[in-house]
């Protein structure tokens, strides 16, 4: 491509300004010289402009100058070759710059997207649309890390069986309610057919239906409902999770023990549960604890400065047994932990957190005792969030000021003499404006940010993402409870009951746009709220909530609900260290790339009958196309293969 990047570097004068009609022009030009391949000139002009929409002021202006060149060659074989180029970014229209190491076209040191020490959309001194990937590229800017692993495998072999083969806790290909996979069985013992297959796999959920191994045909005509543009890349992603309370574990305490194995396995297991990397912990009680207490309790609310009375002894009753069992199955959990209750001797009588200095540090000493005491129980705090919900907590009341300066003059000092490696984030904001404020002015605060490493966001912070995402991830950090005796979207307020949520499909439904709406604003990562509670749900509040998985307590079963297997669809099979990627042709589909190169695609039909699909996946320029049907009220996943 040497002479093309050439070419592009210079036509300073061409037709490289962009426009409104840039897509139309390079698409209607592609489908004359016959470059377009499972894609319509219409497709092809909306990819572009999604791709374009992407990118920054600069990024954009190189391209569309890159594109422009393109449009100038007479002859298609050059003009096929240099907007496959300009779309793999291998020339733009500025190029010619040596990147450090490198080549014109962006050189080693830069990814598709940013590498280590590179711009957010090229390496070091390489072109604004990135070269060849460096080693430890980022995504986004962000470390990959080692690469992670594929959240849905290849059908490879499982508790539940490989390939085909299903279980009682849900193979790919089985039942997550213990339906038998084709050659599995019910226990999950014996290998089921395929295993190590390169073919697309589906996994679709409907009604009464949920996680069916579903069929997909790759078709050689016909137009893509969904096109997916593997050019078009956003944030890196970098996993799912869910909290742990005491009422979860109350719950299941009242269940066989091999059914408490199962349901610490449909959430944590990489193939044959929901892969959750992330698990979240009160530091004191949360609405789902037993009852109400901190760590550090005294005797008429006596003042505990050096923390003599600091104790996590009442966690060694419920809270660090259910850690304990999830690590079992994923000894690599992320644990991270936010209060929602302080010692009341840190609180004045209007249940403001006090500000003088004395207080102040031992609230930091506080936390950072927590994470020592947590380490003694070999578990090991990632990270801490300073409050839940500060703007609507009437339990601790915090102002903006205060919460910024607790972080960075307390907290972050005090975790540094200890020598904790535990992160601070600024977390976790909910209520607007109060905490998207707190979240905004911490972001522009350099003393803070040289101890806060991200932003953790739930509920009415969506519309801040994209600006706190400019200075660090951001994690979604819990996940809307349902049954609500207020106006919510995608619920209906008449369905509110306050004796019993509803852990039923509409939550499903509920359950799959949210977390599409969180994902498209930009986060990082998204939490469940509770894992597991009782079939009644009731918080200390008296709120009846939902939750992932629900225990009778009578029957003493274990129930699998729909927002479960809606976590499932995507935690599974979207991998840490993926990488969003661009689709046009429904608001109701997400594409990711995942480090081993495959492609996986949700998809939901909000319509109330079946709707066979075709997801076109490839470039602006030539899409593969495979067809299947998505369930009426349902969803499906689509994974293809490198």
Not at 86 to 105: D, F, I, L, R, Y
Not at 477 to 492: I, Q
Request: hydrophobic share 35%; charged share 15%; glycine share 14%.
């Amino acid at each position: 491509m040497v002479g093309v990047v050439a070419l592009a570097a210079g036509i300073a004068g061409c037709k490289g300004g962009g426009g409104p009609d840039l897509g139309a022009d390079v698409c209607k030009k592609a489908d004359t010289c016959g470059a377009l391949s499972g894609v319509s000139a219409g497709q092809c002009q909306d990819l572009i402009n999604t791709s374009l929409n992407s990118m920054s002021s600069d990024a954009r202006a190189s391209v569309e100058k890159a594109y422009g060149a393109c449009l100038d060659m007479t002859d298609c074989t050059a003009f096929n070759a240099c907007i496959v180029g300009v779309m793999q970014g291998t020339s733009t229209g500025t190029a010619g710059t040596t990147g450090t190491g490198g080549t014109s076209a962006g050189g080693t040191g830069g990814s598709a997207i940013a590498g280590t020490g590179g711009t957010s959309v090229g390496g070091t001194g390489g072109t604004s649309t990135g070269g060849a990937a460096g080693t430890g590229g980022t995504s986004a800017g962000g470390t990959t890390g080692s690469g992670g692993t594929s959240a849905a495998g290849a059908a490879g072999t499982s508790a539940a069986g490989t390939g085909g083969g299903g279980g009682a806790i849900g193979g790919r290909g089985g039942s997550a309610a213990g339906t038998t996979g084709t050659g599995g069985s019910a226990t999950g013992g014996t290998t089921g057919t395929g295993g190590g297959s390169t073919a697309p796999e589906l996994m679709t959920s409907a009604q009464n239906a949920y996680w069916v191994a579903g069929t997909v045909t790759k078709v050689t005509s016909g137009t893509a409902d969904v096109a997916v543009d593997k050019n078009t890349t956003y944030q890196r992603w970098d996993g799912f999770g869910g909290c742990f309370n005491e009422m979860g574990w109350d719950a299941l305490s009242v269940l066989p023990a091999d059914q408490v194995t199962s349901a610490m396995k449909l959430l944590f297991d990489a193939t044959a549960g929901a892969n959750f990397v992330y698990g979240r912990l009160p530091m004191g009680a949360s609405d789902y604890a037993i009852s109400w207490y901190t760590l550090d309790d005294t005797t008429n609310n006596t003042a505990d400065y050096t923390m003599a009375s600091f104790s996590i002894a009442r966690d060694r009753q419920k809270l660090i047994p259910f850690i304990k069992a999830a690590l079992q199955v994923k000894p690599s959990l992320r644990l991270w932990a936010s209060p929602w209750v302080v010692p009341k001797w840190m609180l004045d009588s209007g249940n403001n957190m006090k500000s003088d200095a004395q207080t102040q540090g031992a609230h930091a000493l506080y936390m950072a005792r927590f994470v020592e005491e947590y380490a003694k129980e070999g578990l090991t705090i990632w990270a801490v969030h300073p409050q839940n919900e500060p703007g609507f907590s009437g339990r601790v009341r915090w102002t903006q000021a205060e919460l910024i300066t607790f972080m960075k003059t307390y907290l972050g000092p005090t975790f540094a003499q200890r020598n904790l490696t535990a992160e601070i984030w600024c977390g976790t904001m909910s209520k607007d404006p109060d905490d998207t404020n707190i979240a905004k002015a911490t972001a522009m605060d350099s003393a803070a940010l040289q101890y806060v490493k991200g932003f953790g966001v739930q509920w009415n912070l969506q519309p801040a993402v994209m600006t706190l995402a400019a200075k660090g991830p951001v994690m979604q950090t819990e996940h809307r409870c349902g049954n609500y005796n207020f106006d919510s979207p995608y619920w209906d307020k008449m369905r509110y009951s306050s004796t019993m949520p509803q852990n039923d499909h509409l939550y499903g439904e509920e359950s799959w746009q949210l977390i599409r709406d969180w994902i498209v604003s930009g986060v990082n990562s998204y939490s469940a709220w509770n894992m597991v509670l009782d079939t009644v749900g009731k918080s200390l509040d008296n709120w009846p909530q939902n939750a992932l998985l629900t225990v009778d307590r009578t029957a003493k079963k274990l129930n699998v609900t729909p927002a479960y297997h809606v976590f499932r669809h995507y935690s599974q099979y979207i991998a840490v260290g993926a990488t969003r990627i661009g689709t046009t042709g429904s608001t109701d589909a997400l594409a990711f790339k995942n480090p081993d190169g495959s492609i996986v695609v949700q998809v939901y039909n909000k319509g109330t009958s079946s709707k066979r699909m075709i997801v076109g996946i490839g470039s602006a320029l030539s899409q593969s196309l495979y067809q299947f049907d998505v369930p009426a009220h349902g969803w499906d996943t689509l994974r293809v293969p490198q």
